[in-house]
């Protein structure tokens, strides 16, 4: 998205996930994000009540892209193996998107307020629930190896959960060969052969 296309509220949301993944959400102030923004810290509040608020809307907004991408994936009722491709797709996806999001998805989470963080283990637990339900189904079809489910659902989310740290250092130009070279890495420890 360029920057001029961007309402202001959208401009402070990417700024702040942009600091809060650096610098970690407590050490990000409000005159820090103001400066970085160039605006008065005062200015900020014409668009947002706190900075609990821009936490919260940029975490939930990636959980709810999971979901709506989970949700979308799980209605199309395609085999194992294409809605697994599809997860991975969605969240290389994501990632590429929204590293800096993904960062305080992964590191701030821990910083929203109570009903948030409720909010956002409701969504994440959903999510994880379908994605072992996809696994399990493989398992099941004898398209996915007879392992602990538990351990390939792990396996695969620990991988996609961190893949920002590494896309945010060395990135990538062609995300559809990363893509393809995601879903290689990942299917063939799974995949019955």
Request: proline share 2%; charged share 25%.
């Amino acid at each position: 998205m360029l920057l001029d296309k961007l309402t202001r509220k959208q401009e402070i949301h990417q700024t702040a996930a942009k600091l809060f993944n650096e610098m970690g959400f407590n050490a990000i102030s409000m005159r820090d994000l103001a400066a970085e923004l160039d605006i008065k810290a005062s200015s900020l509040y014409n668009h947002i009540s706190s900075k609990d608020e821009i936490l919260s809307d940029i975490i939930l907004n990636i959980g709810s892209q999971f979901t709506e991408g989970m949700l979308a994936i799980v209605n199309q009722e395609e085999d194992v193996i294409t809605q697994l491709e599809q997860l991975i797709s969605l969240h290389v996806g994501i990632v590429v998107d929204n590293p800096d999001a993904i960062g305080c998805l992964n590191n701030d989470w821990k910083h929203l307020n109570p009903e948030s963080k409720s909010r956002l283990v409701k969504m994440r637990n959903d999510y994880e629930e379908q994605f072992r339900r996809i696994i399990k189904r493989g398992i099941v079809e004898s398209k996915i190896v007879n392992l602990n489910p538990e351990v390939i659902l792990f396996s695969l989310l620990s991988t996609l959960r961190s893949m920002n740290i590494w896309y945010s250092k060395k990135g990538s130009d062609d995300v559809n060969e990363l893509t393809r070279q995601v879903k290689s890495i990942l299917l063939e420890g799974v995949k019955v052969k």
